[in-house]
């Protein structure tokens, strides 16, 4: 039993086997130990059986909870569900040890759940791996083990579906592995610093909290990464159309689902160039407005005393200020004290004539489209990317604009997130990312 084992879960790190003997028998154990409650293995099988104060045999005969497989091929999805199967006499038994998680865990809290699993990734990483295995219960799931930080030891796990994972990723992300030589590590934000994003404009590496979302990932052929002390595991590769895809998306209708997806790239677009294309239409091109349209904005920044450049920078401060106030006050205060100095810092500026009504529209809406992206470091990266188109609106207007959107374009082409392309702006069937993964092994 033990060899057979060994073989289908070749890669699982997570995977206990013994070899036992008394006076009279010899059993064999095996059990997952991410998935089992490991002091019920040893009060009903390990504890009986070295004590010997009764026949193992004749209890394991006596107790109901012991339960024969006959069929050796049910032994991986039974090993999958939490049991411990014992080698006794020749016939295996079941004993069921799972250890199951329900209040220990936290809600999830930077990705909003509507209809998704309410719980979230543990930073206890045998917890997380619980998680994991319950809801994606398949013996292909292989788990490598490995400690990064020459000074922190921190350990950290590889989890991936050895039928649907492209090799090539893999060996990349090993690679990679092998090459981080930071002494300390904390959280998987430092690793993935350390993998590549540092420098980058875009993240390329998904960090989630939910256990939805890793699953999904596993299943498309990813490779997850987690570490010892930090609730969020990496999922890699990840490209553009990740980062805009909500995971409740995958509970909702098809319809539906497009068009929240349509509404969030139009936000990116909006929140990216609406700053820059209002410096290049006031300096530049008003004639692209209707004439009433064109009065009615002129009238507005009649007692603003400086170009509109300016106008767009002392809003745009003012609301970054806004947001990182919000996520650094306390909870119970910070959304009070941003919706107070918003509508009170706004509204003054307006009247002291700081800045036009007009202004304040756009910067609204460049922070109510900035908020609509799902995920949180593809939200953080997308605020920064207004800024350099201002510059070249001052200079060049509507011509600087479209420069500088086909040089993220060209950028976004340009990238790679562990040697598969970067900018897809649309989804792809699991089935297709499986038999990719299987061209690639063959």
């Not at 690679?175 to 420098?199: F, H, M």
């Not at 820059?276 to 009238?299: D, H, K, T």
């Amino acid at each position: 039993m033990l060899n057979r084992l060994g073989t289908l879960f070749a890669e699982s790190r997570d995977l206990t086997m013994d070899r036992l003997q008394n006076e009279s028998l010899i059993i064999e154990v095996a059990y997952i130990s991410s998935l089992c409650d490991e002091s019920k293995v040893s009060d009903f099988i390990l504890v009986p059986f070295t004590k010997q104060e009764h026949p193992f045999d004749e209890l394991v005969a006596r107790n109901p909870s012991f339960k024969q497989v006959d069929d050796p091929a049910k032994w991986a999805e039974t090993l999958l569900h939490g049991f411990a199967l014992v080698l006794l006499n020749g016939t295996v038994y079941k004993l069921d040890v799972a250890r199951i998680i329900r209040n220990e865990n936290p809600q999830t809290m930077v990705e909003t759940v509507i209809m998704g699993p309410q719980i979230a990734l543990s930073e206890d990483l045998i917890d997380s791996i619980n998680i994991i295995r319950s809801r994606y219960p398949s013996e292909e799931l292989a788990i490598e083990e490995r400690t990064i930080g020459t000074i922190s030891k921190s350990r950290i796990v590889l989890i991936y579906d050895k039928h649907r994972v492209d090799a090539t990723v893999l060996s990349h992300v090993r690679a990679k592995l092998e090459r981080v030589s930071d002494p300390i590590y904390t959280a998987t934000g430092e690793l993935v610093r350390s993998l590549g994003d540092r420098y980058r404009l875009f993240p390329s590496m998904m960090m989630s909290e939910r256990p939805d979302r890793v699953c999904s990932g596993i299943e498309d052929g990813k490779v997850i990464l987690m570490m010892q002390g930090s609730m969020f595991a990496i999922i890699l590769p990840s490209t553009f159309f990740d980062f805009l895809h909500a995971v409740d998306d995958d509970y909702d209708s098809f319809w539906m689902t497009r068009a929240m997806i349509t509404l969030r790239y139009f936000a990116v677009v909006l929140t990216v160039t609406l700053p820059a294309l209002y410096v290049a239409i006031m300096s530049y091109n008003p004639e692209l407005f209707r004439v009433q349209l064109s009065f009615s904005i002129a009238g507005s920044r009649s007692a603003v005393p400086y170009p509109s450049f300016v106008e767009v920078f002392i809003m745009l401060f003012m609301i970054e200020s806004l947001i990182e106030a919000s996520v650094r006050l306390p909870k119970y205060i910070g959304s009070t004290a941003t919706t107070v100095g918003g509508l009170i810092l706004g509204q003054a500026a307006q009247q002291a004539g700081l800045v036009s009504s007009i202004m304040i529209i756009v910067t609204s809406v460049v922070a109510i489209s900035n908020f609509v992206i799902p995920v949180n470091n593809m939200s953080t990266a997308i605020r920064f990317l207004k800024y350099p188109l201002i510059i070249p609106a001052i200079f060049f207007g509507i011509s600087g604009v479209t420069f500088g959107v086909f040089c993220y374009l060209v950028y976004l082409a340009d990238l790679r997130s562990f040697g598969k392309p970067y900018f897809r702006l649309f989804g792809r069937s699991r089935s297709q990312s499986a038999d990719i993964g299987q061209v690639a092994r063959e």
